[in-house]
């Protein structure tokens, strides 16, 4: 007799974490002490700001930072010392450089931020003096934004196409099965790199976010169209399928009720597996110059400083879009596991 | 004898058929495939034109498609701008190289994960099998890039191991051992990368095959005999464990691949990867279909190996192919 | 070939289909054959039925038996047109549903219903009572008016009821139900629609002795009640003389003889059919021996 199941602390833990970091990118503004694109030449590759709560005059509740000032200005990497003849409280709710919450409201109120002209670069800065911190939550946007998109089409089509095989069968089957297999002979990120190819390279952000979507979503519909189809299939030849015919059922009604509420669990653990996928498929393409361009921030392009072996080496704080990347994989990662022991207990 | 013969067949109509896509795909573009050219000011509007004639653009599809095809089949994929040769020899000496890289880290990637997921298996429960797990499901979630930046971040900093390329800048010079020496070197990094993303996911394959066959009614009844632990685990289980695990050589070989040209470009390792991106930079119209079609002709040939051996293990696959696909749809692309 | 009927039945005049007698159901020259095999694989006819004859009066039942792979279940699918026949006739009350369109049928669904063997597959799992036997009401309704939901909940009782269940379990999932129940529920939602004619095939096999028998009973007092007519398929001899007034016995795809049940057991002509009736009659008479012999 199934009784209803208690839900496991660990995953609502994963839950909250998920949302957690989905509000934070959602809300990148506000949880950004800086615009993404402002420059500081003063303060290339700065490393991150340490936060202090103990000075001379003991323990503060508030906690706050020092102003960096370059020490040396060597040929190879900038050293930086901190200042402290004047320490900045970190505020919170303060007001800062103006943005759009979520491209509509126009704000300056920043979650925390620190009084001029010291910065508070919590993951240290890039070339240009740019907060990485900042830069990692408008960039997450974009490649997070572009995983979940990508697996939005990939599903829709696979879902679609794997139906209209499925249940059709005979040659119709046959030859859209073909076409899968060929769609999935090719190593995805070749076929990934190919099919960008021949795509405009340099195109403004938003199309290139279109494009990129449009492309891996492209080559990605192929092994959810053949798992939707082995469901629709066999579901197709059920008894009370057969019945429900007897009685009259349209073909329509058939999918709504009887066989599309097969795909549903297997829908949620692709979309659990897809979405780390394709966030990592971007990312690639926007490290190799194929995806989002400067000035625009993504965690791709991001990374591909770290080409250098210099910038490799010396700054290694740069490397915290991987971090970010990292998480949200895992997170997701979970996710599908749990998804995919629910449905094969089921 | 005719199955085999049917996988050639599937084979070639595979190729071919990726052949056409790829003529499709340039056919995609809102614009013309030099419309960036037009963009830059150094290259004249003749110069565009020259370039169009020569790689017959201004050809209808079918025309350029046929003619590709025929020059093809005889083993010439055209012309490449960048490096004004023909695609063919340049594909080749970059090919080899990322063979030798993927066919050393499949090869090491199956000799670590079989005995790793074996064992796992054996000693379930254990502090041994509850590490094993988790790394493997950390690792399977952390994209490849990140790992090969990761990693190289990693061997960079400490300097232990070679980065950057196949062969030291005084290679020539070297005696055949040390030049043997030399490549190997410099191939253990990218085969590192490689080796920890693709066996993190076998082992956990490995692992659960092992373990279902370990509750199948046979087992039992052959512990019941009093049977030795190995002779069990080497005689009884791993020969029916093994076939899912096997099923699952193509795959792999499609994520070896596909990791492969990161961890190339990452890496510095010169393989097709490096060149397939520089000629997608450059617009290398017929060095990027030459070497997808190379791509595909790995995976189609690897996929064929594969079922070969594995119907040669056990002719019941032959018709189970769904089955096989239903417990894959959680791995690969 | 040739239906083997009493020669001195008017029926037995191929061209006297009108003279007959108050057929609901009338079969005639029915075939089907299923092609196995898709695009590259060779296509390989099966033949399945290659020639069916037979016809059920209003109120009867009509049993038809035979081997496994007799056809007997292809027929059960082409008169309730779940297939769609190659070749013959079907006539309902006068009308030849063989080859009709979906549109065209749908008048005809009402009437003619199927009851399935596996009452377990032959039901959503994900399903509640209601939702099954609500079901047909939902997709076809003779009046093209559905009923609203408290109208379909009186009827779901009210039918519940008939068979033998407690309305009280109307919002039960269906995997809180037994085999028996299950095939109670397949009833009652056959009966949804009020048919007049019900199709069991092998509607009893899956079930236990005691269960059977409930059934059997429960199929009497229904037919008594509503005046239904049954086509019932089965490999079972001994439950359809309990159950049938006609039999027809079909072998390799034809009806090789037809006759009442009497006639059919005591005085088998066709070489089927006399093996189907030894069979039956050992079997029957091994229980008597063991208990005889423990009396």
């Known amino acids: ?346 | 004898m005719s199955f085999i013969v049917r996988r050639l067949a599937r084979s070639a109509l595979l190729l071919f058929g990726v052949s056409i896509l790829c003529f499709l795909f340039t056919e995609m573009a809102p614009g013309s495939f030099f419309d960036e050219m037009r963009l830059n000011p150094q290259i004249s509007p003749e110069t565009i034109a020259n370039l169009r004639t020569h790689y017959g653009l201004d050809q209808p599809l079918v025309v350029r498609y046929e003619r590709w095809l025929k020059s093809a089949l005889r083993g010439d994929l055209g012309i490449s701008i960048a490096y004004n040769s023909p695609v063919t020899p340049l594909l080749w000496s970059r090919a080899k190289n990322t063979l030798l890289l993927t066919t050393t880290a499949l090869l090491l990637t199956w000799i670590i994960s079989v005995p790793l997921g074996v064992w796992a298996a054996s000693r379930r429960g254990g502090l041994l099998d509850r590490l094993i797990t988790l790394a493997s499901a950390f690792l399977i979630s952390v994209p490849e890039l990140v790992l090969a930046v990761a990693l190289l971040a990693v061997a960079v900093r400490w300097g232990i191991l070679r980065t950057g390329g196949m062969i030291s800048a005084d290679f020539e010079s070297l005696s055949m051992w040390a030049k043997l020496q030399d490549v190997i070197s410099h191939l253990v990094l990218p085969v590192c990368i490689l080796v920890l993303a693709e066996t993190a996911v076998i082992v956990r394959h490995v692992r659960a095959s092992v373990l279902e066959t370990l509750q199948s009614p046979y087992v039992q009844a052959a512990r019941g005999f009093g049977i030795s632990r190995t002779r069990l685990l080497f005689r009884h289980v791993l020969p029916v464990a093994a076939n899912p695990a096997i099923s699952l050589l193509g795959f792999s070989l499609a994520g070896l691949l596909s990791g492969s040209l990161m961890v190339e470009v990452v890496c510095g390792w010169p393989g097709l990867g490096p060149l397939i991106l520089e000629a997608t930079l450059s617009r290398d119209l017929y060095l990027v279909i030459g070497g997808i079609m190379l791509s595909a002709l790995f995976m189609v040939m690897g996929n064929l190996v594969a079922d070969m051996l594995l119907s040669a293990l056990d002719p019941r696959i032959r018709g189970n192919e769904d089955k096989a696909e239903a417990e894959q749809g959680l791995h690969a692309a | 070939m040739g239906s083997n009927l009493p020669t001195d039945s008017p029926i037995n005049s191929p061209n006297n289909s009108a003279s007959v007698p108050e057929a609901l159901l009338r079969v005639q020259g029915l075939t089907k054959r299923y092609v196995r095999g898709g695009l590259w694989r060779k296509r390989l006819p099966v033949a399945a039925v290659s020639c069916a004859d037979f016809y059920i009066p209003r109120g009867q039942t009509f049993a038809l038996v035979g081997e496994s792979g007799s056809g007997k279940s292809t027929v059960a699918r082409c008169v309730t047109r779940l297939e769609r026949p190659d070749s013959g006739s079907i006539l309902i009350g006068g009308t030849d549903i063989a080859q009709l369109m979906s549109r065209d049928l749908a008048p005809f669904r009402a009437d003619v219903q199927m009851v399935f063997q596996d009452a377990v597959t032959s039901m959503n799992p994900r399903f509640s009572a209601l939702d099954v036997i609500e079901e047909p009401l939902l997709i076809n309704c003779k009046a093209h008016d559905t009923p609203g939901a408290s109208e379909r909940r009186d009827l779901v009782r009210a039918l519940m009821i008939e068979v033998g269940l407690s309305a009280a379990w109307m919002n039960r999932s269906i995997l809180h139900f037994s085999g028996g129940q299950r095939q109670r529920l397949a009833l009652a939602r056959a009966l949804a629609l009020r048919p007049q004619l019900l199709v069991l095939d092998e509607a009893l096999s899956g079930l236990d002795l005691s269960t059977q028998a409930q059934i059997a009973n429960l199929l009497l007092d229904l037919q008594a009640a509503h005046s239904l007519t049954y086509l019932l398929i089965s490999h079972d001899l001994a439950l359809v003389t309990l159950l049938a007034d006609v039999i027809g016995v079909m072998s390799e795809g034809e009806t090789v003889e037809v006759g009442p049940t009497r006639q059919i057991i005591s005085e088998a002509n066709h070489s089927t059919t006399k093996k189907l009736v030894a069979a039956a009659k050992a079997a029957g008479s091994n229980l008597a021996q063991i208990a005889g012999a423990s009396a």
């Open chain 1, 1 to 346: 007799m199934p009784r209803k199941s208690a839900i496991p602390a660990l995953v609502v833990a994963l839950v909250v974490a998920l949302v957690a970091l989905h509000a934070v990118l959602l809300f990148a503004g506000f949880f950004a002490p800086y615009d993404p694109a402002v420059q500081d030449r003063d303060l290339p590759y700065a490393p991150p700001t340490r936060v202090h709560f103990i000075d001379a005059s003991g323990f503060h509740l508030r906690p706050f930072v020092y102003a960096w000032t370059s020490a040396v200005q060597g040929d190879d990497a900038e050293t930086y010392k901190e200042d402290r003849s004047r320490s900045y409280p970190i505020h919170f709710f303060v007001s800062g450089p103006s943005y759009r919450l979520i491209g509509l409201f126009a704000t300056d109120r920043h979650l925390f931020g620190v009084a001029q002209p010291a910065k508070i670069f919590l993951f240290g800065s890039d070339g240009f003096g740019r907060d990485e911190f900042s830069r990692i939550l408008f960039g997450g946007q974009i490649s997070v934004a572009a995983g979940l998109a990508a697996t939005l089409i990939a599903l829709l089509a696979g879902t679609v196409l794997g139906i209209i095989a499925g249940y059709c069968g005979r040659w119709v089957d046959e030859s859209l099965m073909g076409v899968t297999e060929l769609f999935l002979s090719l190593p995805w990120l070749y076929f990934l790199l190919g099919v960008r190819a021949f795509l405009p390279l340099h195109l403004s952000t938003l199309r290139t976010f279109f494009l990129l979507t449009g492309v891996i979503g492209l080559i990605g519909w192929a092994r959810p169209a053949r798992l939707v189809r082995g469901i629709v299939l066999s579901a197709r030849n059920r008894n009370y399928v057969l019945a429900a015919r007897g009685f009259g059922g349209s073909h329509l009604y058939l999918l709504r009720r009887h066989i599309l509420p097969e795909t549903f669990g297997l829908l949620l653990t692709q979309a659990a597996l897809l979405v780390p996928r394709y966030i990592a498929a971007e990312v690639t393409l926007s490290f190799f110059g194929l995806g989002v361009n400067e000035p625009t921030p993504s965690w791709g392009n991001m990374l591909s400083t770290l080409q250098q072996y210099s910038v490799l080496v010396s700054y290694g704080w740069l490397l915290a879009p991987a971090g970010a990347l990292v998480v949200t994989s895992v997170l997701y990662g979970y996710l599908a596991d749990l998804f995919h022991s629910r449905l094969k207990s089921s």
